[in-house]
């Protein structure tokens, strides 16, 4: 009689082990600063006049989006941290600069239009991502993350989602780095909000210590982002950011780009609502410029009270301030911005298949024997029958069929070998 076609797996003829791959990610800086590379979702719209739209988020592409062969890298936005303790405003200073209305009934804030823009959405655009990776949207961001000190507030945050695609299950800890410009490219003596940074003022923001120095927090594993020159010799003496692994999240505290970019001056053109066309000379400058209706110069005509990047910040739509990192910050060169290492886990179950002497010698295809049950590999009956193994079939025990393993070659199986062979299923 030939041997049963199939065999019981004991607990002992199976391993589970868990294997990691990881990929270098390289984004360059033209891939983000390019406009065709950037993707807007327009939600938002304001203003009677001259309205304006604008998205609350951007998706950063690898090429032209409108192509489709390209594929989307990264998701960038704005937020302000403010919340409201005992009918008083707390927060960025973005806000409490601005002393918004607190409404009674709903304890919404409600700002003068003529002084801000869409900082309620900044405001909620935190609350998501707080919600999101501390557990709590009226949480605060704190580079370190188990800081409480005030000072290490993350009060203006750029936030930036590396999509699935490139992170994979997470990003490899101690593999994170940043180079963005933290100082404008002047221009004659002004500077140009939207103009690209060639210049030596780049610094690199890396995770320098991501590899043993993380915290488990609400979102998973999260580390600190520093500050270095470009000789790498030095950090600053706090973080300037967070890194969520897990959800491949970072979290840029602005403030900490350099020490003084919040008060820093600045001048260019931005989208405001319900503005006329008017004519404008910038700093130093003996050209008069026209703005359109719709548009907003700001630190022009020597008016000192908009020409800071704190201004640029509650005058601009989310829109504006995403191409102004993406543009300003980076620059069209084709050398690296972002780069990283993703991580996927491979999870595996490495199946050990015994095939003793007397067992699987015989094969249950029509064609093993002739039509008189003769079998056809032997010249003799007396002969003892062989097989050559092929495949392994995985089944449940229902006798369902779950995974097929070929082999590289067919293996011959007789009566004096005791054979194995080890199959590993990876998911």
Not at 108 to 136: H, P, V, W
Not at 249 to 265: E, F, R
Request: charged content about 20%; overall charge negative; proline content about 3%.
């Amino acid at each position: 009689m030939p041997a049963s076609r199939y065999k019981s797996l004991e607990i002992t003829d199976r391993k589970v082990e868990k294997s990691r791959l990881n990929q270098l990610i390289d984004i360059i800086a033209k891939d983000i600063s390019t406009d065709e590379n950037r993707r807007t979702y327009p939600a938002f719209v304001t203003g009677l006049s001259t309205p304006i739209t604008s998205s609350l988020f951007q998706t950063i592409f690898d090429q032209n989006h409108t192509y489709q062969s390209s594929n989307a890298m990264l998701d960038m936005t704005f937020g302000v941290y403010a919340n409201i303790s005992n009918n008083t405003v707390i927060g960025s200073t973005l806000v409490t600069e601005l002393s918004p209305t607190i409404e009674t009934s709903s304890g919404k804030l409600i700002f003068d239009s003529t002084t801000s823009l869409m900082m309620r959405e900044k405001i909620n655009i935190y609350k998501q991502y707080a919600q999101t990776l501390l557990g709590d949207a009226n949480a605060t961001f704190f580079a370190p993350f188990e800081s409480t000190s005030t000072s290490e507030i993350v009060n203006e945050a750029l936030f930036i989602n590396v999509k699935r695609l490139f992170k994979r299950d997470n990003i490899y800890k101690g593999s994170f780095g940043i180079k963005m410009f933290d100082e404008l490219t002047p221009v004659g003596s002004a500077q140009n909000l939207f103009t690209m940074s060639t210049d030596s003022s780049a610094v690199m923001i890396i995770d320098k210590d991501g590899a043993t120095n993380y915290r488990l927090g609400y979102a998973g594993e999260v580390g600190s982002l520093w500050r270095t020159t470009n000789s790498g010799d030095s950090y600053d003496a706090s973080p300037c950011g967070l890194i969520f692994y897990d959800a491949g999240i970072i979290v840029l505290n602005i403030a900490k780009l350099n020490s003084s970019i919040l008060t820093s001056t600045v001048s260019g053109v931005i989208d405001f609502p319900d503005t006329s066309s008017t004519s404008v000379v910038f700093p130093n400058s003996e050209s008069v410029v026209s703005i359109a209706a719709g548009k907003k110069a700001l630190g022009a005509n020597g008016d000192t009270s908009n020409n800071t990047f704190k201004a640029f910040l509650k005058l601009s739509s989310i829109d504006d301030i995403i191409k102004h990192f993406c543009k300003a910050r980076f620059s069209s060169a084709t050398t690296t911005a972002i780069a990283f290492q993703n991580e996927t886990i491979i999870n595996s179950t490495i199946f050990y298949c015994n095939a003793s002497p007397d067992e699987f010698n015989y094969s249950t295809n029509p064609t093993y024997t002739d039509s008189l049950g003769k079998i056809q590999v032997v010249d003799d009956e007396s002969d003892t029958p062989f097989s050559y193994i092929t495949t392994v079939g995985l089944y449940n025990a229902a006798g369902e069929l779950l995974a097929v393993a070929k082999l590289s070659r067919p293996i011959e199986k007789n009566p004096t070998h005791n054979l194995s062979v080890r199959v590993r299923l990876d998911y």
